[in-house]
């Protein structure tokens, strides 16, 4: 019986932990979905992807991020590399999927809960990312295709988290203006 407790409350311990991380009220998360990609299984990114890229690192230049945290996969890697590149921003991989978990694990573990980090995502993962964060009744509708300009700000005062969206580079997808 006092095995099955003691199982129990790490279980119960574990999802406690992997279900938010306590941010400080010093933090300052910017969450990005990836640039423009090619085609295929593991695209690199088009050339306006990287000029995008290069938006980014000129939009955060000033921000004193302290890490990069980006998916296995070339298209965020390649969107953090400009940033990563000019201000020796070390980057952490983190496993593309939509609970967050393994993210918020090795954010715990750097000791980046009170400092300003880039998280590089997915338009399937960020939404769910933002909840993970703090927010738990952000919208998780996936974001559109075509939209890679979205930069969205997660901020947090006493324990509570605050988001605020923005637009950097190019208008893209459904943020281009029509004619």
Do not use: C
Not at 55 to 73: C, E
Not at 105 to 123: P, V, W, Y
Not at 130 to 149: C, H, M, S
């Amino acid at each position: 019986m006092r095995t099955i407790l003691l199982v129990f409350l790490s279980v119960l311990a574990m999802s406690v932990t992997s279900q938010s991380v306590g941010f400080g009220d010093n933090a300052q998360v910017y969450l990005v979905r990836h640039a423009e990609k090619e085609a295929g299984n593991d695209p690199l990114l088009t050339s306006a992807g990287y000029k995008r890229a290069g938006d980014l690192a000129r939009t955060l230049s000033a921000k004193k991020i302290t890490r990069i945290y980006t998916t296995g996969y070339k298209r965020t890697t390649q969107t953090g590399d400009s940033l990563h590149l000019l201000q020796a921003i070390p980057v952490v991989t983190y496993a593309a999927d939509t609970t967050g978990a393994d993210l918020m694990q090795k954010i715990a573990a750097n000791g980046d809960t009170d400092k300003n980090i880039l998280i590089i995502g997915h338009s399937n993962t960020v939404p769910m990312l933002i909840n993970k964060l703090g927010l738990p009744t952000y919208p998780t509708a996936y974001l559109p295709d075509l939209e890679f300009d979205n930069l969205f700000l997660l901020t947090f005062k006493a324990g509570k988290a605050m988001v605020l969206k923005s637009k950097y580079g190019v208008p893209s997808g459904a943020s281009a203006p029509m004619h």
